[in-house]
């Protein structure tokens, strides 16, 4: 049996367990399960909570997708563990640094329901000319590929609603480069960006935190403050010193008990 949490961050949900008393080991066939949404939890991310692996780190935590393959990053993830940790007491209501797959990130607790996550600003990958020319035959000009832990294809369109998101994505996920990139739609407009994400593993999710910080980074100046707008709410991100800092939702919604087989 395993007990679990389940939470969200602007609707991106997630089942969080705990394995800092005793390590609950689940199989890829076993997360599978209980990702499913009709037969199992369902979930975008399946997250666990571990002991850290740096002196300098306060915990470690990994990510699952609901395919049962492991995911490098995840900002509205992070959120809801520090949620989790402040809210059982099992950590201090203060700074954290949590350790991931790819990179340390810095959560802090704010006076409200919001985590404010800060971390360096995503970097502009390259794309190879190979695939360049295959966005080109998709009919994408204009596109963005970016690493904010995980890797992002942000495209920018003015048909965020009407563009087949899902289509894209499985043509592209085909070619072994795009495997696993998350896939993204952007418009700007006078109150934020309007974001959409499939993301690898998962599918469309209501939001997506590294897409979020991908889409803003090359779209926000210096001490400004942008708002990403996606089905599942908003998330404010503002740019200092290099680093982007994000404000948003981390929320319970039920608790309980896995029956594991």
Known sequence: ?????????????????ENLTKANLLSKSQIVKIGDRKKGLGFDQLITINPPKKSNHDFYVKFFNSDGSEADMCMNG??????????????PRKPLLLGTKSKPILIKPTNTKKVKVIFD??????????????????GL?????????????????????????????????????????????????????????????????????SASAASASFNIKDKSILKIISA?????IRKINGKLEMIGPAEFICEGIWLKK
């Open 1 to 17: 049996m395993i007990k679990f949490k389940k939470m969200h961050g602007n609707g991106n949900d997630f089942i969080v367990i």
């Open 121 to 138: 600003c995503p970097t502009q990958e390259i794309i190879p000319k190979s695939e360049t020319k295959f966005l080109n035959k998709c």
């Open 78 to 91: 992070v959120r809801s563990v520090g949620t989790f940790l402040w809210t059982a007491k099992l950590a």
């Open 141 to 209: 000009k204009k596109y963005n590929f970016i690493n904010a832990g995980n890797l992002h294809l942000i495209i920018k369109t003015s048909k965020v609603f009407s563009f087949d998101l899902d289509e894209l994505s499985s043509k592209l996920r085909k070619r072994a480069f795009f495997k696993n990139v998350n896939i993204s739609l952007y418009k700007e407009t006078l109150k934020g960006l309007i974001l959409r994400t499939n993301e690898a593993g998962a599918g469309e999710t209501l939001s997506c935190g």
């Open 232 to 236: 599942g709410g908003e998330l404010s």
